[in-house]
């Protein structure tokens, strides 16, 4: 059975993950009401992303032995100033998740949880992968200023994006 103390930090990453879709959702429908439709996708899909995310460490702790604590999910923001602002938001909301994810990381070498600490390790390549993601758009966004083609290009790579569940079996 898994510890207390892991299975705590568990379950706020479940919480965390979800608000994060929330997040996403948010961002997405200011996207979309700001007449980027391909950021709002790419958001949209982020979302999906966050829940398969917080589903996946629910199930871990199920299978460990213990059932996860819920919290309520704060409201995210409604309202931002451009698509950079959501972009900035994003990086540094995706640093934090990376924080949060090291933290358990540790906090399962220090438990000894080997198989909760082999698990996270999942998210922490993820999360290299996602802040490294959001800064690429950030950057581009950056050098494109306020060109309007540039944006629209951009908008149109951005939704293109599919969601793609990482832990669907082919059962």
Sequence with gaps: MIKEVVSKALSEQVNAEYYSAYLYLSMSAYADRAGFKGVAKWL????????????HIYQHILERGTAPSFAAIPVPPVTFESIQDVFEKVLKHEQQVTESIDHIASLAMRESDHATYQFI????DEQVEEEANADEVLSKIRLMGNNP??????DAKLGAREFSDPFATTD
């Design 44 to 55: 949209f899909v982020q979302a999906q992303e966050e829940m398969a995310h917080g589903t």
């Design 149 to 154: 083609s540039l944006l629209y290009s951009l």
């Design 121 to 124: 390790l999942w998210y922490v």
